[in-house]
Every structure is written in structure tokens, then in C-alpha cells.
């Protein structure tokens, strides 16, 4: 990265200033995130190898990228601590992903969380 040319210098402080911001995970619905945004998983694995359109993963997220919104709804079932490393707290979440080319079953999978989420024992 060339420190001569302001704007080489500003793209390029842009491109590589993600890789220091992870994202934090949220209750909260509608949000997205940039193709830069980088992802804290610390574990990922997956749980379904059946799917033709889609993936299940089972994630583990560390405590300090978990918002305290999210981290109160999930405290009694989602929290892990592991006494055999020091890695310390942790959160398991599953995630879907999608194939390519399958934003209409994304879409139509989103709509029908959506209109469960505020159900007793939903999860948002």
C-alpha cells in the first residue's frame, strides 16, 4: 500500500481496516452485513449433509461478540464453557447458508421466521 497518492492510501486502509472489525452478533432483525464484514466464528461445523439447496452449521461465537441483548436471550440454553482450555465463553448459534442462485428459498424461509419470531421460544 503506496502512502504517496491519498486516495491509494485511503482505499487501502478501507480494504484492510476490516480484518481489525469483527462483527458483533445482535437481537435484532434486518440487519446486513458487507461481503468485508468478518465473521467471528471461532468453531464452524456442519450439521446437515442432506440439504441440495442449503447448508446447516453449527457455530461457536466468543462472549465478546455477542451483544448483551442477544447473550441475555440465549444465556440459559446457548452459552459453553469448555473447563479444558482458557479460551473462555462461548455461544453456540446455527446458521443456514444458501447455495447460489437460491434467493428465493432464502427469501421465502426468511418470511416464515419472521412472522414465528415473536412466538414464545423463538429466538430472533
Sequence with gaps: ?????????????????????PTTFELRRG??????????????EKI????????????????EFVGPNL??????????NDPNNDIGQRYHFAIKTFDEGKRDLFENEKEAF??????????Q
Excluded at 446437515?48 to 462472549?63: C, M, R, S, Y
Excluded at 419470531?117 to 423463538?122: A, E
Aim: glycine fraction near 8%.
Design 114 to 123: 419472521l412472522a414465528l419470531c415473536d412466538h414464545p421460544g423463538m429466538i
Design 31 to 44: 440487519r446486513k452485513l458487507v461481503v468485508e464484514h468478518i465473521l467471528p466464528f471461532y468453531k464452524k
Design 1 to 21: 500500500m503506496g502512502t504517496s497518492d491519498p486516495n491509494s492510501l485511503a482505499n487501502g486502509f478501507n480494504n484492510m481496516q476490516w480484518q481489525f472489525c
Design 71 to 80: 447473550a441475555r436471550a440465549v444465556a440459559k440454553d446457548g452459552d459453553y
Design 48 to 63: 446437515n449433509e442432506k440439504g441440495a439447496t442449503a447448508q446447516l452449521w453449527q457455530i461457536e461465537v466468543l462472549e
